[in-house]
């Protein structure tokens, strides 16, 4: 089963423009056979929104929203967009629309606030690492930060998961000290330890473009649960990536490396249980 | 590139400059992505930059041509008397050498009526006037369609080596995150003629007047310092302790802090609820929908 990536380059507070990107790339994609296709973090708004987040937020029924529900009777679409909660918050939140229906958002948990991050003065956070039916597999969503706490992906394939799906604005720096761009070279070296050590497919959809003299590196990829990379897309190109999802190697891996078989979560939560003094009884 | 690429652990030490070293076709391919993306979202579609002929201009240059292609780039040399015989020469040769159109727009005149029957000037005000005259010529030659790009790199930005709206103001800066010794490395790299590389950098104000002489130490000296109190953020007594000078360490830190109102936007006094650059906070990349 094919999957693509569409690592595309949002204009910042531009929803109407990026709406009509985002069909574009959808037709693409479906042009290419695949089942769904994956757009990066914050997709339909841009990201270093500031006090922009507000004026592009909306509810998960918003109306605004409704092409994308329309076009996923056709294709499965993962976008990221301003989610303004019922109680009026905000948060960075992806979607999984498939049949022409929004089966699930996923609220960014993890809301980098230093550096060049700002996300916690804007956004709330999400509480809840759900995982769900995806086309390709039992699924998770990790929003760029997200991925970078072991937690996460860790509680996703404690869930069931089998694809972590990892939509992200990814801004590239630490270009010193010998060439490899240092945020890409970390990337890439998370996507495959998560991949091969909790044998999950790793779908890495980073964006591309400028917002404010920051470069995002683009450089999406699908790393297999045995480490491999499946397909990798260009650094600072938009690119349509296209990779194959195999369930069955998820078997065959499993089989041989049953890591996650004999992972304890019950052990994890006695022991964190222990430690914030709540007493675990059978 | 691959997935299992190691690093070694850095090595910090005042003769160790390998830190600093980046891959070019990296860097050069995200600044040329940042000109051209960068310009052609505010609606512009020239830039417009001063070519003194050193080496940080003749960088931005070739990036500009590069971006935009040499047609829509426009390079002003704007000589004082006093700028030095060759500089007119390299202006030219980094006009041929990327394409671009370089016009000489003299300043002498237009200074000198200036400061005429002014008592005796001191040379730093002078330089100011001038590289303020030259900026106003560029924005000039901007008007209607056209971006001023900066040439300041990271050095002189934090060591505050630079006029306040003078070579300092620009529309967007390509070389501002690259210290002198990287800029260097990357206009070899673009092709910038090799006498301009090699010839000791100088804000050409005033004869004899050179970058290193001024600052009284040699950029190669400030840039491993810098490198590590800024981009890695070691403390000073950990760098006098890997054999940093002490007094060079108290000198650079008191050029960052003394000059750092030129790296940010003037102050506005704030009485209201909701203040520019404050608490009314919107991207300058905010597009239209």
Redesign the interface.
């Known amino acids: 089963m094919k999957i693509a990536i569409a690592q595309c380059a949002p204009a910042l507070g531009a929803m109407k423009r990026n709406l009509d990107m985002h069909r574009e790339w959808i037709a693409k994609a479906q042009a290419t056979g695949a089942a769904l296709v994956v757009f990066p973090e914050l997709s339909l708004t841009g990201y270093y929104l500031k006090d922009l987040a507000a004026d592009v937020a909306c509810s998960a029924d918003d109306p605004r929203l409704a092409p994308i529900a329309e076009a996923s009777r056709e294709i499965d679409i993962s976008a990221g967009f301003v989610e303004r909660s019922k109680d009026a918050k905000l948060h960075i939140a992806q979607g999984y629309w498939s049949g022409g229906r929004l089966r699930h958002v996923h609220r960014k948990v993890y809301l980098p606030t230093y550096g060049i991050f700002d996300d916690g003065r804007y956004f709330g956070p999400g509480d809840r690492l759900e995982t769900f039916e995806s086309v390709a597999g039992t699924a998770g969503i990790a929003i760029c930060e997200d991925l970078w706490h072991l937690s996460v992906p860790y509680l996703y394939a404690a869930g069931g998961a089998s694809v972590i799906f990892a939509p992200a604005d990814s801004p590239g720096r630490g270009v010193a000290e010998g060439g490899d761009l240092g945020t890409a070279a970390s990337c890439r070296m998370m996507d495959r330890f998560y991949a091969q050590y909790l044998t999950v497919y790793v779908v890495f959809a980073n964006r591309v473009g400028h917002e404010d003299g920051i470069a995002f590196w683009g450089g999406s990829e699908v790393i297999g649960p045995d480490g491999a990379v499946c397909a990798r897309a260009k650094e600072f190109e938009e690119e349509l990536l296209v990779a194959d999802i195999d369930r069955e190697l998820i078997a065959r891996e499993r089989a041989r490396n049953p890591l996650l078989r004999d992972e304890r979560p019950d052990l994890v939560f006695r022991v964190l249980a222990e430690r914030m003094g709540v007493r675990v009884t059978e | 590139?691959t997935?299992d690429?190691e690093?070694a652990a850095?090595r910090m030490s005042p003769d160790d400059l390998?830190?600093?070293?980046?891959?070019e076709v990296?860097?050069r391919?995200?600044l040329v992505?940042?000109l051209r993306?960068?310009t052609l979202k505010t609606g512009a579609t020239r830039l417009v930059m001063g070519v003194s002929g050193g080496v940080d201009s003749a960088v931005v240059a070739a990036l500009a041509a590069e971006a935009l292609g040499p047609e829509n780039v426009l390079g002003l040399f704007t000589p004082y008397r006093t700028t030095a015989g060759r500089s007119k020469a390299d202006a030219e040769a980094v006009a041929r050498a990327f394409g671009i159109r370089v016009e000489e727009v003299p300043i002498t005149a237009q200074v000198d009526a200036y400061f005429a029957g002014l008592p005796k000037v001191d040379r730093i005000r002078m330089g100011n006037k001038m590289a303020r005259e030259r900026k106003s010529i560029e924005y000039d030659r901007s008007w209607p369609d056209g971006l001023v790009l900066g040439t300041s790199n990271k050095t002189e930005l934090l060591l505050g080596y630079g006029t306040q709206f003078g070579d300092l103001a620009c529309a967007?800066n390509p070389v501002g995150d690259l210290y002198k010794t990287?800029l260097r490395e990357l206009a070899t790299s673009v092709g910038v003629p090799k006498g301009i590389i090699e010839k000791p950098p100088s804000a050409d104000l005033w004869e004899g007047q050179t970058d290193e002489g001024e600052l009284g130490f040699t950029y190669a000296q400030a840039d491993v310092l810098l490198?590590h109190l800024v981009?890695r953020r070691v403390r000073p007594v950990d760098l006098a302790a890997a054999g940093f000078d002490a007094t060079l360490i108290a000198t650079i830190r008191e050029r960052i802090r003394r000059n750092h109102f030129k790296r940010v936007m003037p102050l506005i006094a704030k009485v209201s609820l909701r203040t520019i650059g404050h608490d009314?906070?919107?991207?300058?990349?905010?597009?239209?929908?």
Do not use: N
Request: charged share 35%; glycine share 0%.
């Open positions: 590139m997935v690429a690093r850095i390998e830190p600093l070293r980046i891959d990296l860097v391919k995200m992505s940042f993306e960068e967007m990287q490198y981009d009314f906070l919107y991207p300058r990349d905010w597009e239209a929908d």
